[in-house]
């Protein structure tokens, strides 16, 4: 519920914000990719200036969540690692059941007949 809400605290005036840039920002503009030669129409983008904004605003995304990614790495593989673990862990506890269950099986006619 918390995240819910501070979901919408921070994802609705963010919407806000980038809808009010992309009317206030239609203008078409050019990005010169050739910084030794600006007016080089091969190397630049001419769209609205809003088209630049959303896409800086995925890049950042995307790079922010690979960043996080990586610097998780260690994390997700000690939890790969402790899932194993536990799981031989189980098997392991299984079969011993198993087998306790197996004896106690057999000394039970024993146990009846005295």
Do not use: C
């Amino acid at each position: 519920m918390v995240k819910k809400i501070v979901n919408l605290v921070v994802l609705i005036p963010l919407g806000i914000v980038l809808v009010v840039l992309s009317v206030a920002n239609r203008q078409s503009v050019t990005l010169a990719l050739n910084p030794f030669r600006p007016e080089d129409a091969v190397l630049s983008l001419t769209a609205p200036f809003f088209v630049f904004l959303f896409l800086a605003v995925m890049f950042g995304i995307v790079i922010g969540g690979a960043v996080v990614w990586f610097s998780q790495r260690k994390y997700r593989k000690r939890a790969r690692t402790e899932s194993r673990s536990a799981q031989q862990w189980q098997v392991e506890a299984e079969r011993h059941k198993a087998r306790a269950e197996q004896i106690a099986g057999r000394d039970l006619p024993q146990l009846q007949s005295k």
